[in-house]
Every structure is written in C-alpha cells, then in structure tokens.
C-alpha cells in the first residue's frame, strides 16, 4: 500500500491538503504535534473515505524530529509515494530584537526538516523508480523580507534547494515540485502579529484554494508552482525593478501601521 505524507497536516495549508489528498483516494501519512487534531481528523477521514489514514503526533523539528519521523515509517514498513513538507513557522520582528532561540526553531522547521525528509524519502523513491516531493515554500522565496529577514530567508533556501535537485532529477522518474502560496487565511497569519503587518495589505487566499492548486497540478512538469495570478504578477514584476527599491517597499509592507 502507498501512502502520501503530509506534514503540518493538523490545521491550514496541510489540513486542506489532505482533505483534498483523501477525497482523491491517497492513503495518508499525517503529521504534526497536536495528537488531539489529528485523531479527529483521522476519524473524520475514516468515515467519509475508504482510504488508510494513519496519524503520527510528533515534533519533527531538525535533524532529530525529522530522523525520528522516518524511523517510525520504515519501522511500520509504510511506502510513501508523494511527500509533502508543508510544516513551517515564521515570525515577524527585527531581527536584532529576536533571540537566537527563535531564529534556530525557523531555521529547524523550515530549512533542515524538508532538507533531510527530501533525501531519506528521495533515496527510497529512487530505489522503487517513482515517487513525487512538493515542498512548500512561498512567494517570499523570490526576495529579501526585512522583518521577517529570517522566514524570507528560509523560503528561498528551500525554492533554490528544491530547484536545484529538480535538475539532478530530470532523467529520472522522480519529480519535486517547489509549491509557492502568498498570503493564505491560517493559523500562520496570527503568528507572532504577522496578521497586522503583512496581511491587510495583500488579497489573501483561502487555503482550500492552495491545496485544491497543488492536487491539480499533481502531474506538473514544471518544478515550480505560484498560486494565483497576482502572485505570479508581482514576481515576475519584482523581476524588472532595482534590489534596494524592492528592499523598500517589502519593508513598507512589513511595517506595522
Ligand atoms: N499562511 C501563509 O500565508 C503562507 C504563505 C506562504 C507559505 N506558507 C507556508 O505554508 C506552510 C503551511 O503553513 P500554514 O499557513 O498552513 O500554517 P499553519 O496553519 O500554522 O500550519 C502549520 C502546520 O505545521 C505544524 N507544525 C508546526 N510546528 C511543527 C513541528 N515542530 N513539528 C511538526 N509539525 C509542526 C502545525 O501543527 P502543530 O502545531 O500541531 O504541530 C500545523 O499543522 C508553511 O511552510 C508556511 O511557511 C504559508
């Protein structure tokens, strides 16, 4: 039997996908910390679908959560066919006014966590010839995000990271997607006051919208997905004007009013 993964899959972006996930008929691998959320969601799932969802309660921040996360597949001797690392955090501030604490648990979660899911599960994919890796990552991979320097950051590595092994796997069978949603109506938004600063200026998608964009595209050739059409605009836009100028206004953006 294959399953899909899904991390972060209790609430948002990671929650509609595996409802979506589900009513196609994948069974699942869910995963995030929050074991009350994800039994009900299990259950939910079992009544409505004839698919196997099974739910995994941990922190699967950096190389230990990450590493555990696996070793309890192959110890339950689970196939996953499509991963998708969806878990992420962010949060909004200077940086100077940030502990290093903060900065680790970002730096964790969003880059070394997909960094070592990607090569474990890739490194089965290639020996059974197929599978699929969407990384999420978000339309702040394209630039530099002055308060929210370290999140930005983050984005970009796992987009180019993502990029750069869709190349190494062109001849083969495997295809990794880098998926980039802007701003999404989810648990993220009250995080850390991100909702006052960033989203008010920005039309913001629903997260049934993202998932039901990726299932769409599931067999895309290309290696990067934009949701939505303003989104594709604006980084094409940020293309064509000089760094610093961009630098501004992103820091406008982020600015608390
Ligand atoms: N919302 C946006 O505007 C937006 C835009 C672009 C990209 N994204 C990206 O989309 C992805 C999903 O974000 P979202 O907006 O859907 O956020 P969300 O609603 O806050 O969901 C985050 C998910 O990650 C899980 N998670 C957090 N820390 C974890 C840990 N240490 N171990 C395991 N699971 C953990 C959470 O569950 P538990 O708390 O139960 O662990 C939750 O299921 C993220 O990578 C984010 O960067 C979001």
């Known amino acids: 039997m294959k399953y899909t993964l899904i991390t ?18 994948h069974n699942l691998i ?15 799932l079992d009544l ?13 921040s950096g190389e230990v959560g ?33 502990n290093t604490q903060a900065d680790m648990d970002l730096i964790n979660l969003n880059i070394i966590t997909p960094t070592i899911l990607t090569k474990l599960f890739l490194q089965d994919m290639i020996k059974t010839k197929s599978g699929k890796i969407f990384n999420i990552a978000s339309t702040a991979s394209f630039q530099s995000g002055p308060l929210m320097s370290v ?14 092994i869709a190349e190494e796997l062109r001849d083969s069978n495997i295809k ?3 998926l980039c949603p802007g701003p999404t109506k989810t648990s993220f938004e009250k995080m850390d006051k991100i909702e006052k ?51 501004n206004l992103v820091k406008k953006i982020q600015q608390k009013k």
Do not use: C, Q
């Open 8 to 25: 972060g899959a209790s609430s948002g972006i990671g929650l509609n996908l595996a409802l979506i996930f589900a009513k196609n008929n």
């Open 30 to 44: 869910l995963v995030a910390r929050n074991k009350k959320t994800l039994a009900l969601l299990k259950e939910k």
């Open 48 to 60: 409505l679908y004839k698919i196997d969802v099974k739910i995994i309660p941990l922190d699967i």
């Open 66 to 98: 990450a590493t555990n996360l696996y070793k309890i597949i192959k110890e339950r001797m689970l196939k996953v066919d499509i991963l998708i690392n969806n878990a992420g955090i962010g949060y909004h501030g200077n940086f100077l006014e940030k």
């Open 151 to 164: 999140y930005y950051g983050t984005k970009s590595y796992l987009l180019n990271f993502s990029e750069g």
């Open 176 to 178: 990794i997607v880098t």
């Open 197 to 247: 600063v960033h989203f008010k200026n920005f039309h913001i998608a629903d997260p049934e919208d993202v998932a039901k964009y990726l299932y769409k595209n599931i067999n895309t050739k290309k290696d990067i997905l934009i949701h939505g059409n303003l989104n594709k605009f604006m980084i094409a836009f940020t293309k064509f004007i000089p760094r610093k100028i961009n630098l």
